[in-house]
C-alpha cells in the first residue's frame, strides 16, 4: 500500500540525504546509498543498501519502500530494477546550481514540505548572491578543474558555475555544459595551453596527489604548479549535486582562490 507522502524513502545518492535531513524529514528515510556521509549520523542512523551504479534490489525490496530516489542514466539500470519489482522511483538529472535548487523544492514537494523546501533554496539563492556580489581584485584568477585524472576530466555545470561564483574563471567553460564525463575529458596540453593560476582536483573518490600532477610533462611552466596552487576539494562537497555543494563545496573553493578572504 501507497503512502502519501511517503513513509518510506531510499535514497541511492548522497545529495536527496541531506536534504531530507535539512528538511527534517529523515525519519522517512530507510536506506541510503553507502557513499551518504552527510550529516555525520546517518552513517550510524541508516542502512546502506547501494553503491552509486550498482545496489541490493532484494535488499531495497525488503525494506518495503514507498518510494525510491535516484539520480540520472548513471542509476537508470538500478531504477530500471526497481521500477520491474513494482517500486515508484523518482530521478532527479540535476546538472548545474538552478537544477540543485530546483531539486530541493520537488524533493520537498513529495514530501509534503514544500514550503520549508522552498525556504532552504531561497535561503541557498541567497548565499550564493551574497558570495558572488562580494567584491574580488582583478583580474579574476583562471581555475582548472579536475574530476579524474586518468584521463583528465575537467569539472561538470554546477562545479564549473560555483568557481564563478567564488570570483574564479573556469578556463573550460563550455565542459560545463557536457553531462557526461566523457565528453569532458580534455588534453594535458590543452590544460598548459589554458594556464590556470589555480589547480582545484577531487579525484572523485580518490586522494588527490598533487606531486603527480606537478610531474606532468611540462605542467611546471603553468602559473598554478610553478606557484604550488593546486588545492584538493573533497569529493562528498562537491562532486554530489545538493546542498553540500551550495555551502562547504563553495566555501571551500572561496578559500582556495582568496585564501578565506571572503
Avoid at 530541493?104 to 541567497?126: H, I, P
Wanted: aromatic share 6%; charged share 25%.
Amino acid at each position: 500500500m501507497r503512502h502519501f507522502p511517503p513513509r518510506r524513502i531510499v535514497c541511492l545518492t548522497e545529495e536527496t540525504v541531506e536534504t531530507l535531513y535539512l528538511l527534517g524529514e529523515q525519519d522517512r528515510i530507510v536506506g541510503v546509498s553507502g557513499y551518504a556521509v552527510r550529516p555525520p549520523q546517518v552513517r550510524r542512523d541508516k542502512p546502506r543498501v547501494s553503491a552509486f551504479v550498482s545496489a541490493d534490489i532484494p535488499k531495497i525490496t525488503a525494506l518495503e519502500p514507498d518510494l525510491v530516489l535516484a539520480f540520472s542514466d548513471l542509476q537508470a539500470a538500478i531504477a530500471a530494477d526497481l521500477v520491474r519489482a513494482g517500486v515508484d522511483v523518482h530521478v532527479f538529472n540535476q546538472r548545474d546550481v538552478a537544477g540543485i535548487l530546483a531539486m530541493v523544492c520537488t524533493l520537498g514537494a513529495l514530501v509534503g514540505a514544500a514550503s520549508r523546501a522552498e525556504e532552504l533554496a531561497q535561503g541557498f539563492e541567497r548565499r550564493l548572491a551574497v558570495i558572488a556580489a562580494t567584491p574580488r581584485p582583478s583580474p579574476r584568477p583562471k581555475v582548472y578543474f579536475e574530476e579524474w585524472d586518468d584521463p583528465l576530466i575537467s569539472g561538470i555545470g554546477w562545479v564549473s558555475e560555483l568557481i564563478e561564483i567564488a570570483g574564479g574563471e573556469d578556463v573550460f567553460p563550455d565542459l560545463r555544459y557536457r553531462q557526461a564525463a566523457k565528453d569532458r575529458i580534455v588534453s594535458p596540453e590543452a590544460v598548459r595551453e589554458a594556464r590556470p593560476d589555480i589547480i582545484l582536483a577531487s579525484w572523485c573518490g580518490k586522494k588527490v596527489v598533487p606531486a603527480r600532477i606537478k610531474q606532468r610533462d611540462g605542467w611546471n611552466e603553468i602559473p598554478a604548479v610553478r606557484d604550488n596552487r593546486i588545492v584538493e576539494i573533497k569529493s562528498p562537497i562537491i562532486l554530489q549535486p545538493g546542498p553540500a555543494a551550495l555551502t562547504d563545496g563553495l566555501d571551500a573553493i572561496v578559500t582556495a582562490l582568496w585564501g578565506g578572504h571572503s
